[in-house]
Structure formats: C-alpha cells, structure tokens
C-alpha cells in the first residue's frame, strides 16, 4: 500500500486538509505531521486533532514535530522543522508523497526537507497571489517551485502557475477542500451552536479574525486589532465572535486583550471556531466576516456570507463579490457593517453569482483521483518536472 505523509502546521491548515485526509485514509497509509501551533502551549490543538481523528475513524498515524516555544519561535522553527523532517524520511524510507498547505515557514520547512530528501510533494493552495509586503507570497511561491504537483482551488491559481512555468499537466483545480465539510454531513448542528456560543436564529453574528503581520511591530499589529474590533463591536451586529490570531508578533498582546472581552455579553471569545463549527454558522445562521483573514476570502462564497476585508493583508488575492475592501479605519469598518445589517438578505442575494469560485465541494475526491494517477508514474517521472518556457 503506498504511503502519504501530510503536513499541518496550524488548526486552520488541518481544517481545510481534513475532508483530504478521510478520503485518501480509506485506500493509503496516511501519516500526518503535526508541528507549529499545534504544539505550541498557548494553541496545542494536537489532542484537538487526535479526537477529530478518532471520532469520524480516520486510521491514520500521527507524528508530532516539537519547536522551541519562546519569542524566537518564529525564525527558528525553519531550522527545527526541517532537520527534524529529514530525519523521519531517513527512518521511513518508503514514502510515496508528501503533502503541504500554504504559505507559512512551517509548511516551507517541510517542503525543503521534503524536496531534498527526493520525496515527490504537492502543495496544496499555491497559486494565490497577495500583493502586499510581507512572507506570504514569496514563500507560497517558493514552496510551489519546490513542489511536483498542485492542488489549487481557482481557475486564476492554476493560471499563475502556468505563468510561474509549472506544467498543467502537474496542476489540478480541486477547489477549496473546506466545502467538502457540507457534503461528508460533517457540519455541527445549528441547536448546537446555539448552546455553545448563546445565540439565536435571530441574531446577526460578526465574526472577527484579525491575523498580526509578519512584517510589523508588535504594537502596531495589537493596535490594529483593537482599532478594527472597537469599530465591529460598536456596529450594529448583535453578537461579535472573536477568534484567536496565528502566532505572527504581537499576537501575545493580542491575547492578552481577548481575555479582556469576555465581560462584555456582546462579545464571544474563542481560540478556535474549528471548521465544523465555522462553516455551520455561515450555512445556518445570519453571519457577516469581519478581518483580515483569507478565510473570509476563500470559504464564505458558496453560502454567499458578506465579508468585511480590513487592510492590506489580502491585497489582490482573488474573492467572491460578497467581500468589501475597507481599511484599518474606525467609520469605514463600522459603516460597512451597518450598511450589511441593515440589508442582510439583499446583500446574500446579490453573491451568488460568485458561489462556486472555490469549486463545488468535491475537492477531495478530485484529489484522489489525481493522486491514484500520479501513483501510477514510477518515482522519478514523480519527482522530474520541466520549467516550461513560454
């Protein structure tokens, strides 16, 4: 049986990889890396993962790749990461394919390794492009190059590649694996929701996730946040649910704000929606997004959720027409949503021409697929990939 090793950096990442690893966990041998966020002391999602594992029978093995958890964090996880994934390819020799998300230093750590080490990779959502300074682009790009194979979720994502000399051949448009959540009935159930975070049918629910940059201050970044969440909790929206940030600086600052909030009965705060969960609340329930996170970009479209996109953080990737640009200012974020509350359904109405820019919800099947055919290729076409020249 031939094996896949995949990457997860981060709850977020494994959200979106999770309807990938069910599916190939039922005709491979799966073993997931977990490191970063997972295993850092203010995240540790590792036994979060483990359950979700346990619950719906994915048989799979679970590696836990430990990082240095102190300031530093950030710059010497590179190192840590990826001696330590070339030292579990010396010891498991067989590994068919290795599998990453993204863009973060993580996930670069462990294509590097997984490059050098002559295992054939794909990377999962390259392609994406934000034109704004900061790591994200440069290394999603850096990490493509690495890779063998693709799975993008747009037709514009495959195109950048084409562009960045990728042969199509190598490129697969799965769409965005987080739908797939609707169709494998994995959603949490509305009644659910409505006793975890004390809510109604009736209520218009903003969701706040404000991500620090990794090119600005500590202080900057906490005062970002807070400006942005003062505009959202004075808006019209009846209830503000609060997400924690990634690990990026000033995230500690952050945190110690949030705990903060939790008197103030408008304001839910919480380490982590989970997939499940934030998906349910956009299928069910009157959501709006609110941040500068990509998922407000790349899995509000097929609910047709409003997003409200704060700052520079996803300049130029590609959306839906449910997201609005607005910057780190208090009236325009406030008047936005106001304008959605006030409006609610027309506005829902109005996207669904853009509903199925991310795909259909099939995203893990068409992996699969694609994987069964690569498997068919000995391992050196695998690894051997032409720079095409235009």
Not at 48 to 72: A, F, G, R, S, Y
Not at 163 to 169: H, P
Not at 353 to 366: E, H, L, Q, R, Y
């Amino acid at each position: 049986m031939d094996r896949i090793t995949i990457f997860s950096g981060n709850r977020a990442e494994f959200g979106i990889l999770f309807p990938i690893i069910q599916q190939l966990s039922e005709d491979f041998e799966v073993e997931i890396i977990l490191s970063g966020a997972h295993v850092l002391k203010k995240w540790n999602t590792r036994e979060e993962v483990k359950n979700q594992l346990k619950k719906h029978q994915v048989k799979c093995k679970v590696t836990e790749i430990e990082i240095e958890d102190n300031e530093k964090t950030y710059t010497h996880c590179l190192s840590e990461i990826y001696e330590k994934v070339i030292e579990y390819y010396e010891q498991m020799r067989d590994i068919s394919l290795g599998i990453v998300l993204g863009d973060r230093i993580e996930s670069f750590a462990f294509a590097l390794a997984t490059f050098y080490s002559q295992v054939p990779l794909i990377h999962v959502c390259g392609g994406d492009v934000v034109n704004v300074a900061n790591y994200d682009t440069n290394v999603r790009h850096s990490i493509s190059k690495l890779a063998n194979y693709h799975f993008v979720t747009s037709e514009q994502s495959r195109r950048v590649l084409l562009q960045m000399g990728e042969e199509k051949e190598r490129v697969c448009n799965i769409g965005n694996p987080s739908f797939d959540y609707d169709r494998m009935g994995l959603l949490t159930e509305p009644q659910q929701l409505k006793m975890m975070y004390d809510i109604s049918g009736d209520d218009i629910i903003t969701i706040f996730t404000f991500h620090p940059a990794s090119m600005k201050s500590a202080e900057d970044n906490f005062k970002e946040f807070k400006f942005s969440l003062d505009a959202v909790v004075d808006s019209k929206t009846d209830k503000v649910i609060v997400t924690y940030p990634n690990n990026d600086p000033g995230y500690e600052l952050i945190l110690a704000y949030i705990q903060q909030l939790k008197e103030d009965e408008k304001i839910i705060p919480v380490n982590s929606l989970g997939t499940y969960n934030y998906l349910s609340l956009m299928k069910n329930f009157n959501v709006i997004i609110a941040g500068n996170s990509s998922s407000g970009l790349l899995e509000t479209t097929l609910y047709c959720v409003p997003v409200v996109n704060i700052g520079e953080r996803q300049a130029e990737r590609i959306r839906g027409c449910n997201v609005k640009d607005v910057g780190v200012d208090y009236s325009a974020i406030k008047k936005s949503i106001d304008d959605i509350v006030t409006n609610y359904s027309k506005e829902k109405e109005s996207y669904s021409v853009s509903k199925f820019v991310f795909g259909d919800g099939n995203a893990a099947i068409k992996a699969k697929d694609f994987i069964v055919e690569i498997l068919k290729k000995d391992r050196k076409e695998r690894l051997f990939k032409k720079f095409i020249i235009k």
